[in-house]
């Protein structure tokens, strides 16, 4: 089983990256994904996450307007497109997989807080990060 996470690298502010996840070793379709990102002595925070029933997306309020999440089943990999990046993105980004239903609001602002859905402590997969750093 493995997540492996791209896309990161040093960008200036206002600037753009895209984040790649390939997962391999399980089955793509039966989970839904989300990406979280570890600033410098800070906590996780969970930043974006999409269902794997419907292709719903959920985001963490700091970065709405700005992040896209997307998934392309046909290549088992999960997006995470950034624009108008600030200093404050910086962080290193990780790629989560999770066997949890993500159906609604609830589910999706739950995942990203505690990293897991509601009731579900079952098959949970993290990949290891990839450093944004983003200049002033």
């Known amino acids: 089983v493995q997540l492996q996470a791209s896309g990161g690298g040093l960008v200036q502010a206002g600037g753009s990256l895209r984040l790649s996840c390939v997962a391999s070793?399980?089955?793509?379709?039966?989970?839904?994904f989300g990406w979280f990102r570890q600033a410098p002595g800070k906590e996780r925070e969970g930043v974006s996450c999409?269902?794997?029933?419907?292709?719903?997306?959920y985001y963490t309020d700091s970065i709405k307007g700005r992040f896209t999440i997307s998934s392309d089943n046909a290549k088992n990999t999960v997006y995470l497109e950034m624009h108008s990046l600030k200093p404050e993105d910086t962080a290193v980004y990780y790629c989560?997989?999770?066997?949890?239903?993500?159906?609604?609001?609830?589910?999706?602002?739950?995942?990203?807080?505690?990293?897991?859905?509601?009731?579900?402590?079952?098959?949970?997969?993290w990949g290891k990060g990839t450093l944004v750093t983003v200049s002033s």
């Open positions: 989560a997989a999770t066997g949890g239903r993500i159906s609604t609001d609830y589910h999706g602002s739950y995942y990203l807080k505690y990293g897991r859905p509601p009731h579900y402590y079952g098959t949970e997969y």
């Open positions: 070793g399980f089955t793509f379709d039966d989970y839904a």
């Open positions: 999409i269902s794997s029933t419907d292709g719903a997306t």
